[in-house]
């Protein structure tokens, strides 16, 4: 299986900046996607941010031109710089891969972290 482990998070003010790290281990035989997702205290989780194992990356509309998400493959991490944070980023982020393990490496799934708070006071 694939372990995700988040940290990074915490308390800032509006318009901070905080970054979040993500470590994926286990039996992994390849990575595709690495990304961020959030929940915020009564709405559905959302996808905040994903790059691709070639480079390319998506972003919510929300967070574009502040989020900025990027890999590293070597070390199997994932990171999340936000910068100029608003009260309406707080909530509990996932670290989120789309991988292949060595035991099953014909198929992909989807695996998750344990989830760490982001709380931006105004």
């Known amino acids: 299986q694939v372990r995700l482990v988040e940290s990074g998070g915490g308390l800032v003010q509006a318009g901070g900046s905080l970054r979040l790290s993500c470590a994926a281990s286990?039996?992994?035989?390849?990575?595709?996607?690495m990304g961020w997702y959030r929940q915020a205290p009564g709405k559905q989780r959302e996808l905040v941010a994903r790059?691709?194992?070639?480079?390319?990356?998506i972003y919510t509309d929300s967070v574009k031109g502040r989020f900025t998400v990027s890999r590293d493959n070597a070390k199997n991490m994932v990171f999340l710089q936000m910068n100029s944070l608003k009260p309406e980023d707080t909530a509990v982020y996932y670290c989120?891969?789309?991988?292949?393990?060595?035991?099953?490496?014909?198929?992909?799934?989807?695996?998750w972290g344990q989830g760490i708070q982001v709380t931006v006071s105004s």
């Open positions: 989120n891969c789309i991988a292949r393990t060595t035991y099953n490496s014909g198929t992909y799934y989807d695996y």
């Open positions: 286990g039996s992994i035989y390849s990575i595709n996607a």
């Open positions: 790059v691709f194992a070639g480079g390319s990356s």
